[in-house]
């Protein structure tokens, strides 16, 4: 069964870290690019971190650069997310994303991968 599973959102105080997960089964992981996205409440889904599917390429949208830091590790199937200095407009649904296109979905941050995960809520509130 083809699943990607979020975890490790939470609260957390401005100026904060969390670091969250995104654990793939049931597909060829390794083949895979695989993104975080984020949804607040009123708002569009967006693009954040992403990171190709050797974990040679990465790519981070404007509002976390120098904050976040994405990383995989195929042999458990896993890519992380590492946010450090979390400020209140960071509070969204974070969702994981897999496709086989970097360019599609890192670059152009297109919404429609082949996989998503269900989502992981983080709030940034003191």
């Known amino acids: 069964q083809l699943q990607l599973v979020e975890s490790g959102g939470g609260l957390v105080q401005p100026g904060g870290s969390l670091r969250l997960s995104c654990a793939a089964s049931?597909?060829?992981?390794?083949?895979?690019?695989v993104g975080w996205f984020r949804q607040a409440p009123g708002k569009a889904r967006e693009g954040v971190s992403c990171?190709?599917?050797?974990?040679?390429?990465?790519n981070y949208a404007d509002p976390v650069k120098g904050r976040f830091t994405i990383s995989r590790d195929n042999a458990k199937n896993t890519v992380y997310l590492q946010m450090n200095s979390l400020k209140p407009e960071d509070t969204a649904v974070y969702y994981c994303?897999?496709?086989?296109?970097?360019?599609?979905?890192?670059?152009?941050?297109?919404?429609?991968?082949?996989?998503w995960g269900q989502g992981t809520q983080v709030t940034v509130s003191s």
């Open positions: 990171i190709n599917n050797n974990g040679g390429d990465t």
């Open positions: 049931g597909f060829t992981f390794e083949y895979h690019a």
């Open positions: 994303a897999a496709d086989t296109s970097y360019l599609s979905m890192c670059i152009r941050w297109k919404t429609d991968p082949d996989y």
